[in-house]
């Protein structure tokens, strides 16, 4: 079996049907890019493996155990850490004490936490924030927090949710790097971005969505050549 | 840094032991036992409410069933009510088990909402059960010891019992899991951080030591009845004030909380006359408006000044209640 395996995801909110009968896998150390519209039902996707929301039915298999059952702070010991679209910052702690929150997973020694935030913070780029509160820091910095914090936890497969999403073109450019860093590192990651061309770049397969149903699956160049594709972000004129 | 910490805190204390030795006055005794007990259940409430950001208004609860705990120890088995002061902090916590488990799994105020009426539920048991709890004629001890010294050290005790355990706490793994259940509990939940229990783990000492407070008050004050100990708004939101007053989510924050409360309180009492409570109640209103954080809050923020760090471009202001 896959790493990790996605089998006919379903879910509603009441009427609504924000992801139909998907499924999709990943083999450890890929890049999944996620992409669809607006309100396709990326978000969802996520919420439903790091288990924020129950399935409506479905399953999913992490290094063949099945985990649509588990608890969401299960799911994170197990080795699957993500991060919020609308970044949730702690505010009042400093950095370091959010990557520090994050640490504390595996360990339970403020030392060995704090030795550890200190690597990561520096992996990420933060280290020159460590003590500033993260209420105070900009967009692009909070969103690079969201990963540290979740790096702490030592995943192994990693949800990235449009980390970077209103970030000008050189922050994005560093988020980027540290995207391709954090692969290098031997993690596993779903990314979900609405810029084409980062997606076609870091990703090694991508998946298409539309209203919560796959619509491609495959190669960068195959799924952005792909008609369904370009009807769903370019409208029916252009397919 | 640290060493310098504990040097002050070891000198607080000593300060605080020879407290009996300058102060003889058996009113001014009185009134430092008083803020020791509240310093105490400020403390406990503290390590839930400002810590773990689980707001209770019903810690008057825990409080009663201390106090009880010991008052009907005597009052019915004829057994030292000091008993009470190990009986009761654990006929608290036992009683905050169910709720913990039950409140902590939904979001929102439920978990306010439930203590609230689980302080006037006991108020209301207690005054109608009246052939186990003596109903609202209340319980009265015939104290062994009526030196204030004595009480004032067995208080001194609790408190420091107290403090130095949720200092351990705060500062230790659970600590750190607390606050970042109160600053976001999704962020924490995608932690790895099981949320439910780490509430628990807050609610269960913090019950405890009010419990403990309570039973100590029975045997100090040697009267209680339902309305004293289950009262919402002199023990419950009192709790509240003292500890907004002190600095929430601080180490000293209630106890400075209980001191400023308890000794404007009885100033105002004796020397206002029948408009103590309304000047009182403008006071507090004042120093929580102009110093959201409390006294020991602004002063760690002004320190923080001080040593100034620069602000990113970008970042929120620092979210201060007046514009
Ligand atoms: N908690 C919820 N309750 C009800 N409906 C929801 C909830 N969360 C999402 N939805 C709906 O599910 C659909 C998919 O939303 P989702 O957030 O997954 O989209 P998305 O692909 O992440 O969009 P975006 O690109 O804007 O982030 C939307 O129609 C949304 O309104
Ligand atoms: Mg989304």
């Known amino acids: 079996m896959s790493f990790f ?32 519209p607006n309100g396709s039902g990326k978000t969802t996707v996520f919420n439903l493996i790091s288990r924020f929301f129950p ?21 994170c010991e197990l080795g699957i850490g993500r991060t919020f679209q609308v970044v ?14 994050g640490a504390f997973l595996r360990t339970n020694s403020i030392g060995r936490a704090r030795q550890k935030a200190e690597e990561i913070t520096d992996f990420c780029a933060l280290g020159q924030y460590k003590n500033v509160e993260a209420k105070s820091l900009p967009i692009a910095l909070r969103k690079r927090l969201e990963i540290a914090r979740s790096l702490a936890t030592e995943p192994e497969l990693l949800l990235l949710d449009e ?54 699956l495959g190669k960068p160049q195959e799924v952005a050549g792909h008609p369904e594709v370009i009807k769903a972000y370019l409208g029916d004129a252009h397919a | 840094m640290k060493n310098k910490s504990v040097l002050i805190n070891i000198a607080v204390l000593l300060a605080a032991l020879l407290v009996p030795v300058v102060i003889k006055a058996p009113y001014h005794l009185h009134i430092i036992i008083l803020i020791i007990i509240w310093s105490i259940i400020g403390t406990a409430w503290n390590l839930l409410g400002g810590y773990a950001g689980q707001v209770s208004f019903g810690h ?18 004829d057994i030292s009510p000091w008993w009470g002061v190990l009986l009761g902090p654990i006929i608290a916590t036992l009683v905050s088990l169910p709720i913990g488990l039950i409140c902590f ?70 600590g750190y899991y607390l606050v970042s259940i109160r600053e976001d509990q999704d962020a924490a939940t995608s932690l790895g951080i099981p949320t439910t229990l780490y509430k628990n783990l807050a609610l269960l000492p913090s019950a405890f030591f009010t419990g403990m407070a309570g039973a100590f008050y029975m045997n100090y004050v040697a009267f209680i009845d339902p ?11 009192m709790v509240i004030l003292v500890v907004m007053l002190g600095g929430v989510a601080t180490t000293w924050g209630p106890t400075v909380g209980a001191a400023i409360y308890i000794f404007l309180g009885e100033l ?56």
């Open chain 1, 5 to 36: 395996v996605a089998r006919k995801l379903v879910k509603r909110f009441g009427g609504l049907t924000a992801v139909s009968d998907l499924s999709f896998f990943l083999e450890k150390g890929e890049i999944l890019g996620v992409i669809g």
């Open chain 1, 55 to 75: 399935l409506t039915s479905g399953e999913i298999f992490f290094k063949g155990t099945r985990i649509d059952q588990l608890p969401a702070h299960k799911i």
């Open chain 1, 88 to 101: 949730k910052p702690l505010k009042r702690m400093s950095v370091i004490d959010n990557v520090m929150a």
């Open chain 1, 163 to 216: 980390t970077c999403a209103g970030l000008n073109p050189r922050e994005s450019e560093g988020a980027i790097a540290l995207i391709r860093r954090i692969r290098d590192a031997g993690i596993t990651i779903i990314i979900v971005e609405h810029i084409m061309k980062v997606m076609m770049g870091i990703s090694d397969r991508i998946l298409a969505i539309n209203f919560g149903s796959q619509i491609a």
């Open chain 2, 60 to 77: 008057a609860a825990f409080f009663g069933l201390g106090a009880y705990s010991a008052g009907l120890l005597k009052f019915h088995f």
């Open chain 2, 105 to 174: 799994r939904l979001r929102g105020p439920y978990f306010a909402l439930a203590m609230l009426s689980l302080g006037e539920i006991f108020r209301l048991l207690f005054t109608n059960l009246s052939n186990f709890t003596n109903g609202a004629r209340g319980v009265m001890i015939m104290p062994d010891i009526t030196s204030k010294m004595f009480y004032y050290y067995i208080s001194l005790f609790i408190l420091v019992l107290t403090l130095f355990t949720t200092y351990r706490i705060v500062n230790s793994k659970v």
């Open chain 2, 227 to 237: 309305n004293i100990v289950f009262n919402l708004s002199n023990v419950s939101v």
């Open chain 2, 268 to 323: 105002f009492r004796a020397t206002l006359g029948s408009a103590n409570v309304l000047v009182f109640g403008v006071l507090v209103c004042l120093i929580i408006l102009f110093l959201p954080n409390g006294i020991v809050g602004e002063m760690n923020t002004l320190k923080r000044l001080v040593r100034r760090k620069k602000g990113l471009p970008g970042g929120e202001r620092n979210e201060f209640l007046r514009g």
